[in-house]
C-alpha cells in the first residue's frame, strides 16, 4: 500500500511594515503597497503571522513568533529596521526579502550586507510576490548550506590538528609509534563513544595539567 503524500508546511511569513513619509499621498501609496503584498502573500497560499511595526521591540517580537520568513515592506532608506532585523535573526538566521522604492547603492550594499535574501526595488504588485519569495527562499537555504559545509571542513581541520598534537604527546610520553598513537586515540575514542577529536583534546588537557 503506498504511504499517503507528505504535507509541506506552509511558510510562517512576518511582515515588517515601517512608517510611510508625511503628507496623504505617501500615506495612500504605502497604503497600496501593504494590500499588493497581502494579496501576493495570500494568493500564493504563505501563512501571514504577524505584520509588525519597524520599532524597539521588533526583535523581542519575532523572538516570541519563530516565524520562517520576514519580509520588509520599505518605502525609503530601511537601514534602521535592518538594524533591528539583524539583532532578531542573530542566533536562528532567516530569509529576508525587502520591497523598497529605494534605488541607492549603498542602501543595497548595507542590507545585503546585514543577511537580506532578496532587495527588491520598485517590484511590489501581487503577481510578482512568490516567484522573488521563491527565489529568496531558494537563495537563503543555499548560503546555509555552503556555511554549514564550510564550518563543517573548518572544524574536521582543527579536529586533525589536535590529533597529531595528541598523537605527537603519547608518541612521547608512551614511546609509541605514530601508528600505534593513532590506534591508542582511535580505541579510546571507540570505548567512550566520543569523536576523535574531543579524545584528543582530553588527551591535551591532561598534559597541559601535567
Known amino acids: 500500500m503506498k504511504s499517503p503524500p507528505s504535507v509541506q508546511r506552509t511558510l510562517r511569513i512576518v511582515v515588517v511594515n515601517t512608517a510611510p513619509g508625511a503628507g496623504e499621498q505617501a500615506m495612500a501609496a504605502q497604503a497600496q503597497r501593504n494590500t499588493a503584498l497581502r494579496i501576493g502573500l495570500l494568493e500564493s ?3 501571514i503571522v504577524a505584520s509588525l511595526p519597524a520599532d524597539i521591540f521588533l526583535p523581542e517580537r519575532i523572538a516570541q513568533i519563530q516565524p520562517d520568513m520576514i519580509i520588509i515592506d520599505s518605502e525609503s532608506d530601511a537601514r534602521d529596521v535592518l538594524e533591528h ?3 532578531a535573526t542573530r542566533d536562528e538566521p532567516r530569509p529576508i526579502v ?3 522604492d529605494d534605488q541607492d547603492p549603498s542602501s543595497m550594499d548595507a542590507a545585503l550586507h546585514a543577511g537580506v535574501s ?3 526595488v520598485a517590484g511590489l504588485q501581487a503577481a510578482r510576490v512568490k516567484p522573488v519569495l521563491d527565489v529568496a527562499l531558494a537563495r537563503f537555504r543555499r548560503e546555509r548550506k555552503l556555511l554549514d559545509e564550510l564550518s563543517d571542513t573548518r572544524r574536521q581541520l582543527a579536529e586533525r590538528r589536535l590529533v597529531e598534537k595528541a598523537k605527537g604527546v603519547l608518541m612521547a610520553r608512551s614511546g609509541l609509534s605514530e601508528e600505534q598513537a593513532y590506534q591508542r586515540l582511535r580505541s579510546m575514542a571507540m570505548n567512550r563513544k566520543l569523536r576523535l577529536g ?3 583534546q582530553r588527551v591535551l588537557d591532561v598534559e597541559d595539567l601535567l
Open 198 to 200: 574531543e579524545v584528543a
Open 98 to 100: 525587502l520591497f523598497t
Open 118 to 120: 532578496a532587495y527588491i
Open 85 to 87: 532585523i539583524v539583532i
Open 45 to 47: 497560499g504563505y501563512d
